[in-house]
DNA sequence: GTCTATAGGTGGATAGAC
DNA sequence: GTCTATCCACCTATAGAC
């Protein structure tokens, strides 16, 4: 039998993934562990501090995700494996996306300073793959942290879309919807105008 | 002295726009209009009952936002102007724009066909203008409501992510920092590529 | 370290008297 | 129509015995 500050865990981490963050309770988990509620107080200093574990769970995989769509092609292909990473673990891992993305948290970090800090691995990660890409020629010249921000919230906007019901239950009907919006940011939805004086 | 319906919902709208949505309760309500908590279900049958007034207010006020929007030039300026009108909603009512946009909600209307039905007016709205500017030419040919989508996925990320703190607390920093994101967003991030065989 | 007992709080909703 | 009295279901967290 693992100690118990590893089985308060476990079941915390199963209940968050079933019922979502609102599922999780000391009664809830003291209970499914078979001790005292007051128990758990012996090894976490209150929710919060069972919650942050979960949270840090959540943005490991999330890195993970990332880590792994990032890993060959050119710059613009590398853009295009975390628009898919960042999809695919929303998908995978639906329970963590909403508790990490749109369940309002504190401490959020903030663009651009904070966020691009060398330790945010997951969004400094898209923004060296976007300036690659513009000295590579293949993305307009530009701040490469303002650029990876609207593909970070065009990703966001849609992926929290399909999250809160908005294209139905189909994961495959979204992740085609998905990848044509995506090209769309990428190619533009505007005819370049005419050189006007 | 208005009816007590009237003061009921004056006073839980009150609740709601200082505190959101989870700072309306039954008791609430009653204490400061000076009822019992009861009396308030001979004037509606629950609370979402209730809350159902507030989502229609909020529904309404976005629709105005987008209606005054809409109003002048070409239909690429006119979707410029509903991206714009989109925002002005988001800071001038971010309780009603949580609670329609953030906080998850049943009976919500899918993509594409329950949200392009003529009477979902804020989304016709906008496929509407996208619809004119392809055939002006002025937008790249596709279906417009795939394009609509894209714009909506992308000033929703946009704005969430400000509601959600990570753009810090300025206003006009932030709707500096939309209306470029919304113009990479036309243009397109990508240089155009050769032409590939 | 774990327990019982308990403090102290939130909330929605109903029965039946007036 | 409105009241009081209640029921019910939750929750976090602490004190102090063992």
Same mark, same amino acid.
């Given at each position: 039998?693992?100690?118990?500050?590893?089985?308060?865990?476990?079941?915390?981490?199963?209940? +968050?993934?079933?019922?979502?963050?609102?599922?999780? &309770?000391?009664?809830?988990?003291?209970?499914?562990? =078979?001790?005292?509620?007051?128990?758990?107080?012996?090894?976490?200093?209150?929710?919060?501090?069972?919650?942050?574990?979960?949270?840090?769970?959540?943005? &490991?995989?999330?890195?993970?995700?990332?880590?792994?769509?990032?890993?060959? =092609?050119?710059?613009?292909?590398?853009?295009?494996? %975390? !628009?898919?990473?960042?999809?695919?673990?929303?998908?995978?891992?639906?329970?963590?996306?909403?508790?990490?993305?749109?369940?309002?948290?504190?401490?959020?970090?903030?663009?651009?300073?904070?966020? !691009?800090?060398?330790?945010?691995?997951?969004?400094? %990660?898209?923004?060296?793959?976007?300036?690659?890409?513009?000295?590579?020629?293949? +993305?307009?010249? =530009?701040?490469? &942290?303002?650029?990876?921000?609207?593909?970070? !919230?065009?990703?966001?906007?849609?992926? &929290?879309?399909?999250?809160?019901?908005?294209?139905?239950? *189909? *994961?495959?009907?979204?992740?085609?919807?998905? *990848?044509?919006?995506?090209?769309?940011?990428?190619? =533009?939805?505007?005819?370049?105008?005419?050189? *006007?004086?």
């Amino acid at each position: 039998m693992p100690p118990l500050k590893t089985r308060i865990a476990a079941t915390a981490r199963r209940l +968050f993934l079933d019922q979502g963050v609102d599922g999780v &309770s000391m009664r809830k988990i003291a209970g499914q562990v =078979g001790v005292s509620a007051t128990a758990i107080y012996r090894h976490y200093r209150d929710k919060d501090d069972l919650l942050d574990e979960i949270t840090e769970d959540g943005f &490991s995989i999330f890195r993970d995700y990332l880590t792994r769509a990032v890993s060959s =092609g050119r710059a613009a292909e590398r853009v295009r494996g %975390l !628009a898919r990473g960042y999809l695919d673990f929303a998908l995978d891992h639906p329970r963590y996306y909403d508790f990490i993305f749109i369940i309002p948290r504190h401490n959020v970090r903030r663009f651009p300073d904070e966020m !691009a800090r060398r330790d945010d691995l997951s969004f400094h %990660l898209l923004v060296e793959q976007v300036r690659q890409a513009m000295s590579e020629g293949a +993305f307009v010249a =530009g701040d490469p &942290s303002e650029t990876a921000l609207t593909i970070w !919230a065009h990703v966001h906007g849609l992926t &929290s879309l399909h999250r809160a019901g908005r294209f139905g239950a *189909n *994961n495959d009907t979204f992740r085609a919807l998905y *990848n044509r919006s995506v090209e769309r940011l990428f190619t =533009g939805i505007e005819v370049p105008g005419e050189v *006007n004086p």
